[in-house]
């Protein structure tokens, strides 16, 4: 770690650009650290930069600053450094300095990385989507990178985490901040798991917006390709997007009912030339040019009937199990289309959901599990 | 007598005369002043009873007419209200033809130390001092074993009281034969048998009645033929109006049976108030002595009017969310009884439960486990009953689209959390059932369901009641949801086959270990609506189905 790109990242308005211009001009960063006002005037800082400059170069103590990282195992990187993960490098502003805890080395070994993305509020759809895609990249070993937050972002950890799989979570806040709160324990077992939480932003950083967008950078920039599984119109995934797009990667976006609030920012995308996907094969094939097309069976979990022993199902039970598909139904259609007694029903779908035939996906709405 | 000396007596024989006249003198007044004493200026005593939460205690008042100026003086701890009785008792006394003594009257509340409120010693002060003054005869009525008690108007008229029915509790309870009320408190009073209760419309007719001059009935009640006359059945929230909704419908006559609370919690505009309001409609008739308790409850918080003169219908209370803490678990310096009594043997509706103050909430959890509450205020502790129904009503969240398929949550993950916290574990751990209602889009419901009405739904509520009501008529209990821990062992006993299921659920269905009671109490409930002696699978499965979901 050079203490130099250290201490120029943490002054307002400076970035990578900005460190290799001053190299440029300087012939070194030390030099420019021990520059003067004018030099720096020179060199076209306006006064506030400089006053900053100066300012915190005042209070600057190189070792006690590592020794507070240390203290909260987090390691440090500047692009400098040969451990700085290559593919980040190739983004046009890279963070100048990253700081993550866990382990980045399988970000080098596993050499795919794929961005999961989606919405913080998504519905049943958005989860199932996630899950089952998510479960064929581990199964292909390939890492996915996501932000961390709520909804679709948790959900691709968590299946990694599951599954004991390396996952790197990108955060929008210093690494000592845990945002969102409810995620603590989920963030500590990606550590646990190999995996990696990394952020651009030093400690104390807090959770403002803008910060999340900087992030949503990183998320692309990380990534050989992007998913999007739902996404608002308005939402920070469509700045995923966007990044990813400036960054030369694909966009894949993973249609949904153009009725769903939950996808009229899926559905934007693919209207203005995102890669429209149906099955996570085609990410594979699309990136890393691998698996045959011509086998995708994707919609295997949706229309293919599953070998389920139905040999222990009533008359009753097999009328229910019949009238349960794919898309949720809610108990009252299933009272009066049954034609049974409530009771009985009630009785009918706890033993389902039990065996793990059927789910609740809220609202008494009921749906078969693939 | 006079005593006069003879003049040839020798002087020492004189001044013996003069000695033995002083004494004789001295006699003479004191015999004259005793005999005053005792037939006119007389301390008299009246017995009237004073309510302390639900309970009475006697309150004997005693006055004393003394030489002095003109003043009426009351001591024994009077609060405001009783101490501006002396100017209706004055005028009133006025108005009826009464001469108010010229004289210093003081009157005591005895015991001294407990605190009395109210308007109902109007009538016992006043009958107090008529007595003291000699206006009423003490020989012709014997008021030791009567209790008068009400309040006058400035004419004489008497007017309502709160708390009556405790008042004839206590008479009857020790010995009081006669209880003279105000004639609108006649029919609460009346519940109580054993006790001659007169209703009195006047002063002048109670003074008429003391001094044998014209006699008033005591007040005849035929409550049975009251009680039939009663219409139980509210029409307007009858389940055959509420279309579809089957699966919370089930769940209310589930929690009607056993007295289970019940949480209804879904968007707006899902019908979870309808379905609350209509639980009254299958609830059983209450038994005399429910009638009773919840009366009395109503007298003490001033509830009962000519219109409702006595309880007959299971209250239904729905208190607004900005209820006080004191509103609704009961409280004031003079403890009252909160909403939650007031919803005794009926049903507390809470709508919009996590839009209710944290204090509230928590304040419920002793009554929720107790059935009764206790109100402790530094100069006394009291105890009302609680013993209620609780059906609650929440959105999932702010917004109230929080987990709907169709419409998106607008709240942050933050604003979620938040308010699902508001219901504390231990208070969600207290509500058996919790009952998820959608939206329903009513369309695709078919026309021709004919949803069943409320009278055959009581009628199978009944049937259960009467089962529990059998098992549980040693163990002082009436409900299945108030089973203790050793009756739970003993009531609901499950064979391998439940064993296995419930097993089952707690890994599959993320149940909490103290899930665990809570349900075998509902499957109990359940099971009795098969009339099973046993807790079978089926009935497990049903209640796992009214769980907490996470």
């Known amino acids: 770690m050079d203490k130099y790109v250290f201490f120029f990242s943490t002054v307002y308005k400076i970035g990578l650009k900005t460190i290799l211009k001053l190299i440029e001009f300087f012939g070194s960063l030390e030099i420019a650290f021990n ?37 909260l195992n987090i390691n440090i990187l500047s692009y400098f450094d040969n451990d700085y993960p290559s593919i980040l490098k190739k983004i046009p502003d890279a963070p100048a300095v990253i700081f993550y805890k866990g382990n980045l080395n399988n970000l080098n070994n596993f050499n795919k990385t794929i961005g999961v993305v989606g ?21 292909n070993n390939i890492i996915t990178v996501s932000g961390g937050a709520a909804g679709i972002d948790s959900i691709s950890h968590e299946v990694s985490i599951s599954k004991n799989f390396p996952t790197i979570s990108v955060m929008g806040t210093g690494l000592d901040v845990v945002y969102p709160a409810k995620n603590k324990i989920l963030f500590q077992k990606i550590i646990e798991n190999n995996g990696v939480i990394i952020s651009e932003f030093p400690i104390g950083t807090q ?77 594979n094939e699309m990136i890393w040019g691998v698996g045959n097309v011509q086998n995708v069976n994707v919609g295997a979990h949706c229309n293919a009937p599953l070998p ?63 | 007598m006079f005593v006069t000396g003879r003049l040839n007596l020798p002087s020492s024989r004189r001044n013996c005369h003069l000695f033995v006249g002083v004494f004789i003198y001295y006699y003479i007044f004191l015999f004259w002043s005793i005999l005053f004493l005792t037939l006119f200026i007389m301390i008299s005593k009246i017995y009237s009873c004073a309510v302390i939460g639900l309970d009475s205690r006697l309150v004997e008042i005693e006055s004393d007419i003394d030489f002095g100026f003109q003043k009426i003086s009351i001591v024994g701890l009077p609060d405001v209200s009783v101490n501006e009785s002396k100017d209706r008792i004055s005028s009133a006394l006025k108005n009826s033809g009464f001469d108010l003594p010229r004289n210093k009257i003081t009157i005591n509340l005895a015991p001294a130390n407990i605190h009395k409120a109210g308007t109902l010693y109007d009538l016992p002060i006043a009958l107090s001092i008529l007595l003291a003054n000699g206006q009423l005869k003490r020989k012709s009525f014997d008021f030791s074993k009567s209790l008068f008690v009400g309040e006058l108007s400035l004419n004489g008229d008497l007017r309502k009281v709160n708390g009556v029915l405790s008042c004839a509790i206590f008479a009857r309870e ?168 007031l919803a005794h043997r009926g049903v507390l509706f809470l709508d919009e439960f996590p839009e209710f103050s944290k ?20 100069t006394r502790t009291l105890e009302f009953p609680a013993n209620f129904i609780l059906v609650a009503s929440s959105n999932p969240c702010s917004c109230g689209f929080f987990g709907d398929s169709e419409k998106k949550c607008s709240c942050s993950q933050l604003q979620i959390l938040k308010y699902k916290n508001k219901i504390s574990g231990p208070i969600a751990d207290r509500i058996d059932m919790h009952v998820e ?60 086959q439940c064993l296995e299921l419930l097993k089952d659920a707690v890994m599959s269905l993320n149940l909490s270990g103290r899930a665990y009671n809570r349900i075998l109490k509902l499957a109990r409930t359940i099971a009795d609506f098969d009339n099973s002696e046993n807790i079978k699978m089926n009935h497990i499965a049903e209640a796992l189905q009214y769980r907490r979901k996470e």
Not at chain 1, 38 to 66: L, P, R, S, T, V
Not at chain 1, 321 to 342: A, C, G, H, Q, W
Not at chain 2, 363 to 371: A, H, T, V, W
Request: charged residues 25%; proline residues 4%.
């Open chain 2, 437 to 496: 209602v959608p939206r329903i889009n009513f369309d695709e419901l078919s026309d021709n369901n004919l949803s069943e009405d409320s009278a055959s739904v009581k009628n199978r509520v009944e049937a259960v009641i009467d089962i529990q009501k059998n098992r549980f008529k040693n163990f002082g209990i009436i409900n299945n949801s108030e089973m203790k821990n050793k009756h739970v062992k003993e009531f609901c006993k499950l064979d391998n």
């Open chain 1, 35 to 71: 520059a003067d006002e004018n030099g720096f005037k020179k060199f076209g800082f306006n006064d506030f930069i400089i006053k900053d400059i100066f300012n915190k170069k005042k209070i600057f103590n190189f070792d006690e600053e590592i020794l507070k990282y240390e203290k």
């Open chain 1, 207 to 283: 959770g403002l917006p803008q910060n999340f967008i900087r992030r949503n950078r990183i998320i692309a920039g990380l990534s050989s390709g992007v998913l999007i599984v739902e996404a608002g119109l308005k939402s920070g995934t469509m700045t995923t997007a966007e990044f990813a797009i400036n960054q030369n990667k694909n966009v894949f976006v993973v249609p949904g009912s153009i009725y769903s609030p939950f996808s009229e920012g899926a559905n934007y995308l693919i209207k203005n030339g995102a890669i429209f996907v149906t099955n996570p094969k085609e990410i």
């Open chain 1, 308 to 370: 389920i022993d139905l040999s222990w199902m009533g008359i009753d039970e097999k009328i229910v199990f019949d009238l349960i598909l794919y898309k949720p139904k809610n108990i009252e259609n299933i009272v009066v289309e049954s034609k049974l007694n409530i009771g009985k029903i009630n009785f009918i779908l706890i033993m389902f959901e039990i065996k793990g035939l059927i789910i609740n996906v809220g609202g008494m709405n009921y749906r078969r599990v693939n």
């Open chain 2, 359 to 378: 204090t509230v909430l928590e304040s419920l959890r002793q009554p929720l486990e107790d059935g009764f509450v206790t109100i402790s205020r530094a």
């Open chain 1, 119 to 139: 919405s913080r509020d998504c519905s049943d759809y958005g989860v199932s989507v996630t899950k089952d895609f998510c479960e064929y990249f581990i199964s």
């Open chain 2, 174 to 341: 020790n010995g009081y034969e006669n209880l003279f009320i105000p004639e609108q408190n006649a029919q609460e009073a009346a519940l109580v048998e054993g006790v001659n209760v007169y209703p009195i419309s006047n002063l002048n007719h109670l003074i008429d009645h003391l001094l044998n001059k014209t006699i008033i009935e005591s007040f005849k009640f035929d409550k049975y033929s009251y009680f039939d006359s009663i219409n139980l059945m509210d029409d307007s929230f009858d389940f055959k109006y509420i279309k579809g909704q089957n699966h919370a419908k089930r769940a209310l006559e589930i929690a009607a049976a056993g007295a289970h609370n019940i949480l209804f919690y879904g968007p707006p505009g899902s019908g979870k108030t309808m379905l609350a309001r209509s639980i009254v409609t299958i609830l059983p008739k209450m038994s005399e002595e429910e009638i009773l308790e919840v009366s009395r409850v109503h007298s003490v918080a001033g509830l009962l009017n000519d219109k409702q003169p006595i309880i007959i219908k299971r209250p239904f209370r729905s208190p607004h969310h900005s209820g006080s803490c004191a509103s609704i678990v009961g409280g004031g310096s003079n403890p009252k009884p909160g909403e939650i009594s």
